[in-house]
């Protein structure tokens, strides 16, 4: 089945089936039900040529990665395009993917608006006034951010977790079991969603009157490697945390292996939560399994439905450009696992008389 014949057989034009599934607004919505009913009974896949050549656009939809020492290019990434790549395959759209060097970025970008070679592009790893955003204004190329690069972020379309919000929620959960020395070990303070999360760490740190001491604080990528050799250098100290808080599943599985060489057991030695992206190759981790706590106390976001809503949003920019920016802010959620504890009564910490619970 291709669109010739299955415009064919509905007695419409090539141009206004592909417009009816590509959701555009001049298709009546009795003649899109129709069409979409038959597309689907008949297992049409529309390809991206065809809807190209129907309707002017290039149907495909830009992601721009810098080579930089700090590649973006890990499992996070990998599953926000495979949420996104289902959408874009739904409504006939491919997925052009570049990885350039960070000078060339800008160039990447007035390329695909002057040759016409994507509709849109999502926006990755934004800066805190990121110039990428009044870039893409000045060449009307519709975008949408994976996240945010100010507080307000009222003037362009983003989604994005509340980061500051989840690690004031886990870092206050460790000082309700009694924990006064707590680590962090982030990332990248120079993206946007790695300072909204110290953020939420340094507030109930001042709010409870905890330990404030900068030997407790780290930001890396967020690798493996590194969380091993945070947490080695942690525990190694005179003072070690009772509790970690970690902003990866992939460093707090670092953190987990230096503890096994110091002979600490997560949860009962020392406390471990983690930003827990519900990544797919993690499935074993014991998430959705009836009655099986997961491992990692964790701040769960699934990042595979944050990439299908993104490019939903982009899609819908793509349709109605005219429209108003579209703002999701999602609250991650607290899931109890193996990793967290009281803190031991043998390394408590006085609590001072006056201190404030915030």
Known sequence: MNLRRLSELLGLSQTTVSRALNGFPEVNEVTRARVVAAAQRLNYRPSASAASLATGKACAIGHVVPLTEHMMINPHFSDFLAGAGEIYA????????????????????????????????????PLTNDPRLPLLKSLGLPFVVHGRCDEEAKDYSWIDVNNRRAFYRATGFLADLGHRRIALINGLETMNFADRRRQGYEAVVAERGLDADPALVFSEDMVEP???????????????????LVSSVLP??????????????????????????SLSFLQASGEGKTGEVPFFTAMRSSIRQA?????????????????????????????????????PADRRTPVPADEGRG
């Open 307 to 343: 990439g299908r809503r993104a490019a939903e949003m982009l899609l819908e920019q793509i349709v109605a450009p005219n429209g108003a920016p579209r703002r999701e802010l999602w609250e991650a959620e607290l899931v109890i696992g193996q990793t967290t504890g009281p803190c």
């Open 226 to 244: 590194y969380g091993y050799r945070a947490a080695g250098e942690l525990l190694s100290g005179p003072q070690p945390p009772t509790a970690i």
């Open 90 to 125: 739904q409504f006939g759209y491919e997925m052009l993917l570049r990885v350039v060097a960070q000078v060339d970025e800008a160039d990447v970008y007035r390329d695909f608006a002057s040759r016409g070679r994507v509709d849109g592009v999502v926006v990755h790893g």
């Open 252 to 277: 707090a599985m670092g953190v987990v292996r230096a503890m096994a060489e110091h002979g600490l057991r997560p949860g009962r030695d020392v406390s471990v939560i983690a930003f827990d992206d």
